[in-house]
């Protein structure tokens, strides 16, 4: 009878523990875009019930990006050092409150309270997410995990958006917000009971595993981890840049039609809010499946049958970010249908390029600093999530026309796609500070 080597055993242990993980964090993705396209939805109503504006609606679309963006690098830093389980317990708690908060707002100034609680509760949703899939899958496969978290945040806005429009147009809009805070409370006990740090045997083999991947848990970190993750260090390197800049221009477009792509529909096409929710699920959920398809399996099986994974991924990154300046269309489509088709293919090449960006901190960071340099190009991103809500409303209020505002996304994605030619580059390790020149 043969027997089971070491490494035969912690293969097909981690082969049973990482993919319901993986879910657990997409289900994780899902409900935390139903708590950010909420407001998205109810801006008629918001409007009947406030007096908000165009202007004031750019305003309060960008509280949550403010916390958020504002934690980006602190969260990293707690992720480096309490690990993915620890942080998340406690996170996750706080959207529910969050969502109740924003349901039992008697004011504008109390909405915009419960969004900047959101943001922070939210704020290292994706850095703990690329950490752990860093920690629980190998190099060759780690797009694949990543891009079924990332799908689910397009699917969430596929499903989510009928959904709470359905529920606004039938209960109002705090019961919309009720709704997402019950659901957030389902996940948080689904958080407690299931997820967990991978022990050493779980974990892919060391030879495949990046050093900073080898685990999160205190016992684990290498002596030298803290002093390896040390801001200084990262914000001299240009490849923390070229991703940081490069996601930064993905959720400009990514976050203006988040949160206007409805009122797009309703304000310049003349679509009326029911017919409007059920066109906004059409680009995202393309999105969600060229996310998946592409972004991830196509990326890990051409890696997986030998094709440099370098390139692969480098191409997948470009191409994808030059499908979303398909976004410019978008301004100047006469009717719904136009309209859906160039939205759609800038979402769905935006997607696709999605989960290969989030590999990168997990493939390029020191050792010990995966979080913190997922923080960093997390940042940068949640200043574009920022700037476009409260930019469209100006021009929108000012113009009477999206055609500028879609114009100015596709210039921030020209800037995203040399950012990712130039200065990102080869997807590669950064080289430890004491190997560095």
């Not at 979080?371 to 940042?379: H, I």
């Amino acid at each position: 009878m043969m027997s089971t080597s070491p490494t035969s055993a912690g293969e097909s242990t981690s082969q049973q523990g990482r993919w319901p993980i993986v879910f657990l964090l997409a289900f994780g993705v899902i409900v935390n875009f139903f708590d950010r396209i909420n407001l998205a939805v109810s801006q008629e109503a918001l409007h009947a019930s406030f007096g908000l504006t165009l202007i004031s609606f750019g305003y309060l679309s960008s509280a949550f990006s403010w916390s958020y963006a504002a934690m980006q690098v602190p969260a990293g830093l707690l992720l480096d050092r309490l690990g993915v389980r620890r942080v998340g317990r406690i996170t996750t708690f706080l959207w529910s409150v969050a969502s109740f908060c924003a349901a039992l707002s008697t004011g504008l100034v109390g909405l915009f309270a419960a969004r900047l609680l959101l943001g922070v509760a939210e704020s290292p949703t994706f850095p703990a997410n690329a950490k752990a899939i860093g920690l629980w899958f190998q190099e060759r496969e780690r797009s694949l995990a990543i891009a079924v978290t990332d799908a689910a945040a397009k699917l969430s806005s596929a499903i989510g958006v009928p959904l709470i429009g359905i529920l606004l147009l039938h209960f109002g809009w705090r019961w919309s917000f009720a709704a997402t805070g019950f659901i957030s409370l389902i996940y948080f006990v689904l958080f407690c009971r299931v997820y967990r740090d991978p022990v050493e045997g779980q974990r892919p083999p060391a030879e495949q595993l990046p050093s900073h991947a080898q685990g999160n848990e205190r016992q684990y970190i290498p002596a030298n981890a803290a002093q390896n993750s040390r801001l200084g260090y990262l914000l001299r390197q240009r490849k923390v840049y070229g991703l940081a800049i490069g996601w930064g221009a993905y959720n400009y477009s990514f976050f203006l039609l988040l949160t206007w792509l409805p009122k797009y529909l309703s304000y310049s096409l003349h679509v009326d809010l029911l017919h409007s929710v059920f066109y906004t699920s059409v680009p995202w959920l393309f999105a969600a499946i060229t996310d998946f398809v592409v972004g991830g399996w196509l990326v890990d099986y051409l890696i997986q049958r030998g094709w440099n994974a370098t390139r692969v991924r480098q191409t997948v990154l470009l191409i994808g970010t030059s499908l979303g300046l398909a976004i410019w269309g978008a301004g100047h489509a006469q009717s719904p249908a136009a309209a859906l088709i160039w939205i759609s293919i800038a979402l769905g090449g935006l997607a696709a390029a999605a989960p290969v960006a989030w590999t990168v901190p997990s493939l390029i960071a020191p050792q010990g600093a995966v979080g913190t340099v997922g923080g960093l190009a997390n940042f940068c991103g949640q200043l574009s999530a920022i700037s476009a809500p409260i930019v469209t409303g100006y021009i929108v209020s000012a113009t009477h026309s999206f055609a500028a505002a879609f114009a100015i996304a596709t210039l921030v994605l020209l800037l995203g796609i040399v950012s990712y030619a130039l200065l990102l580059g080869r997807i590669e390790r950064i080289p430890e500070p004491a190997a560095a020149p």
